[in-house]
Structure formats: structure tokens, C-alpha cells
């Protein structure tokens, strides 16, 4: 298995290399977050020692049990759907949440950030495609939920999320990279650059493209760990 992650990551890492060569970006720009939901305990441990640092999952009780066993300097990104009784799961050892996808939520992270005297990273996630079993923001909303969240206590706005649509079709694809960057665009005159810096988009399937359109936080499990069991 180890070999196998190696070879996997060095070809990413390649294919990262070369679309950043394509558009004119530095590596440093973009963050890799390798995905090991489902993976065991193991396997990231695998990978933590072939030196990558950046792990996300997306579910809360896993989230949980694998950072508590893991060695302490990994930082952890929670990506996946949050609800308001599985907060406490999360918040102590996220690094940063990308995946705030209600006024709800992020109301709930924010009563409970001031509860814990803590400070929450957070990302809004903007359902760029329209696909109805996707979660998040409307791209009409995103404005006045920044808004509005941005007067929360104990939250830290750092940008948007989204997630490519589920076709082959590259042209669709780019779209939706391309509403989010818009979308943070816009923002950015209002809020400047602090709170709009991030933009996680891409996944094994459409990092490429991602990166061209100014992603800044790549999600990747299948590139490097294989096909998922679940
Ligand atoms: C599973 C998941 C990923 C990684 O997906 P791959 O296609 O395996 O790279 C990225 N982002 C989110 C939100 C996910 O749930």
C-alpha cells in the first residue's frame, strides 16, 4: 500500500505541477488535502510518513476518532455535510471547516465558538451546479449570507467551497469553478481579501481545471489513495 500511495502522489504531484506551469501559478498557492474517509487509521498514517501534513473527512464521528490518534501536528479539514449535534465531533481540531452550507449551521458554530471561548475557520459552501443532492449556498445567496455571517461571533470567514458537478463534461465543469471565483470576486471589493482568500475546489476528477480557474485548496482521495470501499 505505501508504494502504491507513493507512486499515486508523485503523479499528482506532477499533474499539479503541470497545470500550475499551464495558467502561470506557483505550487505554493494551492494546498493538497488528501481524503481518506473510510480509509483506515493506517493508511494515513502511510501517508503522513511519506510527508503529507493535510487530511480531511467529511464525517463527523470519524473525523473525531481518527485526529484523536493520529500524531498531533496533522492539520485536519472538515469537508463534509455538518449538523448542529455533531459540531462538538468537529470544532476542537479542525483547522478549517469548508463546508458551511446553512444560516443554520453557521449560527449553531457560532453559539458554540463563543460556549468554548474558541475561534472557528470557516468556509461557505456555494452549490455552484445546481444538482439538487448537493448541499450549500445558492450562488444568489452567498452575498447576504456572507453578510450576515460575518457579524457572527466566534466565526472566522476564510472564503468558498464548492463541488464540481457529477459529469464528464469539462465545459460544465469549468463553469462552476468559474461561479465560485466570480462569486468571490465580488466579494473580495466588498470584504477584501482576508475573509475571500480560500477557494477549495477540485477533486480527483477536476483538480486540473480547478487550479486553472484559482483554487487554492485541491481535496484528492482517489487520486492517491484508490477507489474508495464505500
Ligand atoms: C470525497 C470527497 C472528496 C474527494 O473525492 P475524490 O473524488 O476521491 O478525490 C473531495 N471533497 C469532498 C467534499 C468529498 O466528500
Not at 493538497?32 to 503522513?48: C, N, R, S
Amino acid at each position: 500500500m505505501m508504494n502504491t500511495i507513493k507512486e499515486a502522489l508523485r503523479k499528482t504531484e506532477e499533474r499539479i505541477n503541470r497545470a500550475c506551469e499551464r495558467c502561470g501559478r506557483r505550487r505554493e498557492e494551492i494546498t493538497l488535502i488528501a481524503v481518506t474517509k473510510t480509509f483506515p487509521p493506517e493508511v494515513i498514517q502511510q501517508a503522513y510518513d511519506l510527508g503529507l501534513k493535510v487530511f480531511g473527512e467529511n464525517r463527523p464521528q470519524e473525523f473525531r476518532d481518527k485526529s484523536k490518534i493520529l500524531p498531533d501536528d496533522i492539520e485536519w479539514h472538515f469537508i463534509g455535510h455538518l449538523q448542529t449535534n455533531k459540531i462538538k465531533y468537529v470544532v476542537p481540531r479542525a483547522r478549517l471547516i469548508h463546508s458551511v452550507d446553512s444560516m443554520h449551521l453557521a449560527e449553531a458554530l457560532s453559539e458554540f465558538a463563543v460556549k468554548k471561548k474558541v475561534t472557528v475557520p470557516i468556509l461557505l459552501e456555494v452549490n455552484t451546479s445546481g444538482e439538487q443532492t448537493k448541499f450549500g449556498f445558492k450562488p444568489d445567496e452567498v452575498e447576504k449570507a456572507f453578510e450576515l455571517i460575518a457579524q457572527l461571533q466566534g466565526l472566522q470567514l476564510k472564503g468558498l467551497m464548492t463541488i464540481g458537478p457529477f459529469t464528464e463534461d469539462q465545459r460544465l465543469i469549468r463553469k462552476a469553478f468559474v461561479c465560485l471565483r466570480q462569486i468571490r470576486e465580488k466579494l473580495r471589493d466588498e470584504w477584501g481579501k482576508e475573509k475571500t482568500a480560500a477557494l477549495s475546489m477540485g477533486m480527483s476528477g477536476d483538480f486540473e481545471i480547478a487550479i486553472e480557474e484559482g483554487s487554492t485548496h485541491i481535496r484528492l482521495g482517489t487520486a492517491i489513495f484508490g477507489q474508495r470501499g464505500r
